[in-house]
């Protein structure tokens, strides 16, 4: 599977506060909690944000909260997929649970920028920066997280080992 | 293999001989726990994928503490939905307004969470267990939602970091002073994905509530798990309240660690977490004058009897600051009370304080003291991150309730010892 999109970029410890705000948790609707997704951090990700778009951050990606409001209104947006030089470990198993694909790589997470192109390739890990003409690999998942992930998260892939 | 505390406790839920760090496992938890915030999504989403019973009713908790009692239409429908699916299952441990507590106060309390046992919650400070000895850690709704359907939960094994703690604390330095100060030498994710094992001579000089403190923010430096030897105290604290066997783990002695740290108690001097992170620790000496417009004290990291206590021998015969409004809130039915029955409760209304009842609103920018732009708050919660508590441009600074107690009374950040 590929990806492709524009790249937004963040910094350090992006939190989950910021990614989705508590005073919005008591919304149920996913897809009008997506509609503030990321506003404390950047509020015209929302308008800007096309299908198939990557976020791209440095380290400690979805620190803070357990809330899988986090990791939902980035999938609700379409976002493609997550890079960054790593992730809280919570908003990490929230991702693959629910489906939404993250990568870790330092290496492009440092050097792709606010508005490259970049291309992904799930089966290899291979991120292809098309603005920079750079590749970059990003770390494999244990064949465990590959399961859940094919599954189309943990309770499919749950329900699929029962069935 | 040698193993540190919390593989031992992994390794056993297992069912397995030994775990390694990196080792991928399904284990068995003895505890499933969520709030009114992550519940309904467990909830629709164990219903969506076809589970039709959860795997054992006396061993799910609900507790309903977030936005209860609840601030407006929707929060309202958050916890029927979650009150409804506990009639349902016949959920034993099911906690509503006049019952509830902020969960990871409560938990404890009720004696649901024990030494040795393995428990999973759909909030991130469910790594507060770890102060009994017990494996806790928080998950998402989806992995709760597996864990009420299976009784099982996924784990990659967790390597850790040693923290040796020695020598005794100063007057007025709790736990909170210890955990910022240890999460501002390792940074936010100073522990990612590994355990961090507190011990040392130095533990045997902290009350349990401190050891509640300072697990509860594990996460806040990244960790799976924070955990302490289990000892006198922890036996006295679960007794009368825990009606099961109990199990003891200790870490071997030749167990490996990624680092480790020693924490001499006696150095330490209060300390406050500037905004907006955690990391940002300063000792309060070390700060400009920075006033305030509002105290928080309560919370899952400081809401226990020991920190009204303190709060309330910090504010006998004084009275807050004017502009400062002071908001304390005893954790549980159980702390409040026994504010009552001390005398705790005159002196918070005496000194200008209000007391609420036992939620989690402010400290995640839900309701009862939500910061208006550019205002700025002391606060005993657990985190400062952007807008945490209000609007972006609002500020929090992390700290002790007798950090927060003596702000409120001088209107400005400062140390109890500089309270007139």
Same mark, same amino acid.
């Given at each position: ?10 910094g ?6 910021? /990614? ?5 948790? $008591? #919304?149920?609707? =996913? ?5 503030? !997704?990321?506003? &404390? @951090? ?19 990606f979805?620190c ?13 947006n ?11 470990? /919570? ?5 693959? $649970? #629910?489906?939404? =694909? ?5 290496? !492009?997470?440092? &050097? @792709? ?5 970049v ?22 998942f ?22 | 293999m ?14 397995l ?17 969520a ?18 019973k ?33 009639k ?48 806790s850690?928080?998950?998402g ?9 299976t009784?099982?939960a996924?784990?990659?094994v ?7 703690l020695?020598g ?5 330095i709790?736990g909170?002073?210890i ?27 902290l ?26 105290k922890?036996?006295?604290?679960m ?6 066997e ?22 330490l ?91 989690c ?37 992390l ?22």
């Amino acid at each position: 599977m590929i990806a492709k999109g524009r790249v937004f970029k963040y910094g350090d410890n992006v939190d989950t506060d910021v /990614i989705i705000p508590a005073r919005y948790l $008591n #919304i149920a609707d =996913p897809k009008e909690l997506a509609t503030h !997704a990321m506003e &404390d @951090i950047d509020d015209t990700f929302v308008s800007r944000v096309q299908d198939g778009d990557i976020i791209v951050a440095t380290k400690n990606f979805g620190c803070g909260s357990s809330r899988e409001h986090a990791p939902l209104v980035i999938k609700e947006n379409n976002v493609s997929c997550v890079i960054a030089s790593s992730f809280a470990r /919570i908003f990490y198993r929230n991702a693959i $649970n #629910i489906g939404l =694909p993250i990568l870790e790589c330092e290496e !492009a997470a440092n &050097d @792709i920028m606010e508005g490259d192109i970049v291309s992904v390739d799930f089966d290899t890990g291979i991120i292809h920066n098309e603005t920079k003409n750079k590749e970059y690999k990003a770390v494999a998942f244990p064949p465990f997280i590959q399961s859940i992930i094919k599954a189309g998260g943990l309770l499919k892939s749950l329900k699929e080992r029962e069935g | 293999m040698a193993m540190t505390m919390t593989q031992k406790i992994l390794a056993k839920h297992a069912g397995l001989e030994e775990v390694k760090a990196g080792q991928l496992i399904e284990a068995n938890i003895d505890l499933a726990l969520a709030n009114d915030i992550t519940g309904p999504v467990a909830i629709r989403e164990m219903e969506k994928a076809g589970f039709e019973k959860v795997f054992d009713k006396d061993k799910i908790a609900l507790v309903m503490d977030h936005f209860a009692p609840n601030k407006d239409i929707k929060s309202a429908e958050q916890c029927l939905e979650c009150r409804e699916f506990a009639k349902r299952h016949n959920i034993t441990h099911f906690y509503d307004v006049g019952e509830m507590g902020i969960e990871h106060a409560l938990l404890p309390e009720k004696g649901l969470t024990a030494s040795g046992e393995l428990i999973i919650g759909a909030d991130s400070h469910t790594c507060t267990y770890g102060a009994l000895g017990a494996f806790s850690t928080g998950v998402g709704s989806t992995d709760l939602a597996a864990g009420m359907a299976t009784g099982k939960a996924w784990f990659k094994v967790p390597s850790a970091i040693k923290f040796v703690l020695t020598g005794k604390k100063a007057p007025y330095i709790s736990g909170k002073d210890i955990i910022l100060y240890i999460i501002g030498k390792i940074g936010v994710d100073g522990a990612l994905y590994r355990s961090m094992e507190f011990v040392g001579d130095g533990v045997a000089e902290l009350s349990m509530d401190d050891r509640f403190s300072i697990c509860n923010m594990a996460i806040e430096a990244g960790a799976k798990n924070g955990i302490f030897p289990v000892d006198s105290k922890t036996m006295m604290y679960m007794k009368g309240r825990v009606n099961r066997e109990i199990t003891v783990y200790e870490a071997d002695e030749d167990a490996e660690y990624d680092e480790v740290y020693e924490i001499n108690l006696s150095e330490l001097k209060p300390t406050v977490a500037c905004p907006h992170l955690p990391e940002n620790t300063k000792f309060v000496d070390e700060l400009d004058k920075i006033e305030i417009n509002q105290a928080v004290i309560g919370s899952c990291t400081n809401g226990r009897i020991e920190d009204m206590r303190i709060a309330a021998e910090i504010l006998k015969g004084k009275h807050v600051a004017k502009g400062v409004r002071t908001i304390i809130i005893p954790a549980t039915q159980e702390v409040y009370m026994q504010c009552i029955l001390e005398g705790l409760m005159q002196i918070f209304i005496e000194a200008g304080a209000i007391v609420s009842t036992p939620t989690c609103g402010p400290c995640l920018g839900g309701h009862m003291g939500i910061l208006a732009h550019g205002e700025r708050s002391i606060s005993t919660t657990n985190r400062n991150f952007i807008g945490r508590m209000g609007h972006i441009t609002s500020e929090v600074y992390l700290s002790s309730p007798a950090v927060a107690a003596a702000s409120a009374v001088m209107g400005y950040i400062c140390s109890p010892a500089d309270v007139k």
